[in-house]
């Protein structure tokens, strides 16, 4: 089972704030204003007919932790697999639903333990954003969660080469990503994708990069980009 939301932990001194905007997100605001989005429609960019088949449904934990201060987040870059279109990419700790797994909280958390060695009773789930349809037609819902940190993690070889995180301020930093229109298999198809500039060599794209973006709307982190949706 999570822990339990009312415990804290970590060395006193106050709740982290956003230095960057002055706004001070606390655990709760961060929960209330998950709660304000919940029941928002699946992020969904593709024309009609684009997919064949219904998708398949994924998780991923939007793993939070506060360190100096400041809100993190955290990220892991995939190992190199032949084959893995994904290999190598920044992502989140997640994967698919298995027949054992209650729902994508469940999932989530599964997924943590085996890709980064997070235990479950480290966590507590404050909610979820919007679920995003990736081009390889998964229907990814991010849970966002806080972690108690420090944590001690390790990276699944086969699966992760690198477990980092980035600094709440720094991803909310309209100058550190851009959107650039990238065609898909469809000729003529483009749909924009969001990149963020290298941080300390790791860049942030994609689909984990709309997720982010999606998380700093909901908190009032960052506007939302014109026409685009969260």
Not at 9 to 34: F, M
Not at 59 to 83: C, T, Y
Not at 85 to 101: I, K, M, N, T, W
Not at 170 to 198: C, E
Request: glycine content about 8%; proline content about 9%; some cysteine.
């Amino acid at each position: 089972s999570t822990m339990r939301c009312a415990v804290s932990w970590g060395k006193a001194g106050g709740d982290p704030v956003l230095r960057t905007s002055g706004l001070k997100l606390t655990r709760e605001t961060i929960a209330a204003r998950l709660i304000d989005y919940a029941g928002l429609s699946v992020q969904d960019p593709y024309p009609d007919g684009f997919f064949t088949q219904a998708p398949r449904r994924a998780a991923v934990l939007i793993a939070l932790f506060h360190e100096q201060r400041a809100w993190r987040l955290l990220f892991i870059r995939r190992a190199q697999v032949p084959g893995d279109r994904h290999s190598g990419e920044v992502a989140f700790p997640g994967g698919r639903l298995e027949a054992q797994d209650a729902g994508p909280d469940a999932a989530a958390l599964r997924e943590a333990r085996e890709e980064v060695g997070l235990h479950p009773a480290r966590v507590c789930v404050l909610g979820h954003l919007p679920d995003y349809r990736t081009v390889s037609n998964f229907l990814v819902t991010p849970v966002v969660a806080e972690i108690a940190w420090p944590a001690s993690l390790r990276p699944a070889p086969a699966e992760v080469s690198h477990i980092f995180s980035i600094p709440m301020p720094w991803l909310a930093d309209p100058h550190n990503r851009r959107i650039q229109r990238k065609y898909l298999s469809n000729p003529g198809l483009a749909l924009p994708v969001i990149y963020f500039r290298p941080y300390q060599g790791e860049q942030l794209w994609g689909v984990s990069a709309r997720i982010t973006l999606s998380l700093l709307q909901v908190l009032g982190l960052t506007a939302a980009e014109p026409g685009r949706g969260p």
